[in-house]
């Protein structure tokens, strides 16, 4: 009786740290991603308004950038494909969950301000759970969808409560990050429901191979170089792209595909709810604002996520996935 109480006692504090990685993955995710709105609004522009380099240019040096850094364990890799349905699904994740939405962001950024970008971007758990339930038959709970809802209704606050945020674009700006989490949705489901045989650093590294090559043609058409040599600025712009690739895309995309290794695609996802809160505290520096109608939508986006990851089905589907990370 001895034996088993202690063992249960193992299973638990195993389980308890499993669930604290998952924070800390999630909360170091939130802090990288949500710079990376004002890295590609740096990109764009410099501190003084010059332009720099243009929307395309930003998305497919990122890609390029990422892609090139991470190819050496790409080709390591590539004897772990075994079939055409993995080739398929290493396609969704890099280009739904990387390379469409890179020019999506930075399209819509021409529009509107980076902070403003960052609270868009929490659209990402609804759609999430809407292709998990749908297309990948994801049981949920009540308790989830009250979650997502309450954290939606916090992220409809946060928008208003943001309307200083600089919008001098329109409707397709604001559609085009709307899509753009919708592909995150796509992508992060195939993660977590046909890749589980991969680790996190072969499926970033992968996905990223197969948009390699797109993502140079674009930077070269587009007119890179020439920016890069006539541009007296160009060097600056170029600096931030890079460590938006570095960071944002490729050392933050391993560790998201770790978390979803660990958690729940709900939890995952709501990474998205913590990102408006970094990418406004960011715009801080930049001469931006935040009033007491803006933490009071924080705490009610982040009272969301606690009930919605609090679910019996996101339990169950963590404990499903700390048996899948014994074999990976």
């Not at 308890?16 to 590609?40: E, H, P, R």
């Not at 999506?104 to 902070?115: D, K, M, N, Q």
């Amino acid at each position: 009786m001895q034996i088993f109480s202690g063992f249960r006692t193992l299973v638990y504090l195993c389980a308890m740290t499993k669930n604290t990685l998952s924070w800390i993955l999630l909360l170091l995710l939130a802090s990288i991603w949500g710079s990376s709105f004002i890295l590609m609004k740096r990109g764009m522009e410099s501190l003084d308004g010059t332009p720099l380099f243009s929307a395309v240019q930003v998305a497919s040096l990122r890609m390029s950038i990422a892609a090139t850094v991470l190819l050496p364990f790409s080709l390591l890799f590539l004897h772990r494909i075994k079939t055409f349905r993995q080739v398929y699904c290493l396609l969704i994740v890099g280009f739904a969950g990387s390379f469409f939405p890179a020019f999506l962001f930075t399209y819509a950024e021409t529009g509107i301000s980076s902070g403003y970008a960052g609270m868009l971007n929490s659209f990402t758990p609804v759609f999430t759970m809407i292709v998990g339930a749908f297309v990948f038959r994801q049981r949920l709970t009540r308790m989830q969808v009250l979650g997502v809802a309450i954290a939606g209704i916090g992220i409809v606050l946060l928008m208003i409560a943001g309307k200083q945020l600089s919008i001098s674009g329109g409707w397709m700006h604001i559609f085009a990050i709307i899509f753009a989490t919708l592909l995150y949705g796509i992508s992060l489901n195939t993660v977590k429901h046909t890749l589980q045989g991969f680790k996190s650093l072969e499926i970033t590294s992968l996905s990223l191979f197969f948009v390699l090559v797109p993502a140079l043609v674009i930077a070269y058409c587009s007119g890179t170089i020439e920016t890069l040599q006539t541009v007296p600025q160009a060097t600056e712009g170029l600096g931030f792209i890079c460590i938006l690739s570095l960071a944002s895309t490729a050392f933050a995309g391993v560790i998201y595909n770790r978390l979803i290794s660990v958690s729940s695609t709900l939890f995952a996802s709501s990474t998205t709810y913590f990102m408006p809160i970094v990418a406004i505290f960011f715009g801080l520096g930049f001469g931006e604002t935040v009033n007491i109608y803006q933490i009071g939508a924080m705490v009610i986006v982040l009272s969301g996520v606690f009930i919605g990851t609090k679910s019996k089905a996101g339990k169950s589907e963590v404990i499903q996935s700390e048996v899948q990370g014994v074999k990976n």
